[in-house]
């Protein structure tokens, strides 16, 4: 609730000029409401939204917008468990230059379980020495407890753009947890 008045607050701080910005740049983006994708977003909702995640992820609010596409991104590959750490894996390196992006994993679920968004949870990850995002205390603090090796999950990770306010869509899947390296 902080965070979300301190941007309502910066939010008014913008000068006429700026908030005319934020309006205009979803006329490049083409960003719409979650429920009907033929409306805009308002250009304070995208404000809001945009650098919401910004603060989440321990980022300084973005004050110029630039008008680029979004960076070419990963895709998700899989959780890996090794040696008691739990990471995620992409399959190219995730450039925290430009992109930064929210994950959301489940605890363990039957191999022939379809998709499903319920019980997805939030994961701030940290990331490793060798460039994996770990998710052992997010995960622990979510579910309590690892779920078995070889299990399958479900997950949703969306990548945003450090450059201009851009963000894909969330990409979901399963994935089995892959262990060893």
């Keep these: ?6 941007l309502q607050h910066s939010w ?3 000068t006429d000029d700026q908030r005319r910005q934020w309006d205009r740049f979803l006329d490049f983006s083409g960003q719409t409401i979650r429920r009907d994708r033929s409306i805009l977003l308002s250009g304070q909702a995208l404000y809001i939204k945009y650098q919401l995640f910004r603060l989440l992820y321990d980022q300084s609010l973005l004050t110029t917008l630039a008008y680029i596409p979004m960076p070419s991104h990963p895709n998700y590959i899989r959780v890996r468990q090794a040696a008691g750490i739990w990471s995620i894996q992409f399959d190219a390196t995730v450039n925290p230059a430009t992109i930064f992006y929210i994950c959301k994993i489940s605890n363990a679920r039957l191999e022939n379980q379809a998709f499903s968004l319920r019980n ?3 994961m701030k990850v940290a990331w490793a020495s060798d460039d994996e995002p770990t998710i052992n ?3 622990l603090a979510a579910f309590g407890a690892f779920p078995p090796t070889d299990a399958w ?3 949703a990770v969306q990548f945003f753009s450090t450059l201009s306010p851009v963000y894909t869509g969330f990409f979901t899947g399963t994935s089995q947890i892959h262990t060893g390296m």
Excluded: E, G, M
């Design 137 to 139: 205390t997010p995960y």
């Design 12 to 14: 008014q701080a913008l």
């Design 1 to 6: 609730r902080i965070k979300i008045a301190s």
């Design 153 to 155: 999950i479900h997950y």
């Design 120 to 122: 997805l949870r939030f």
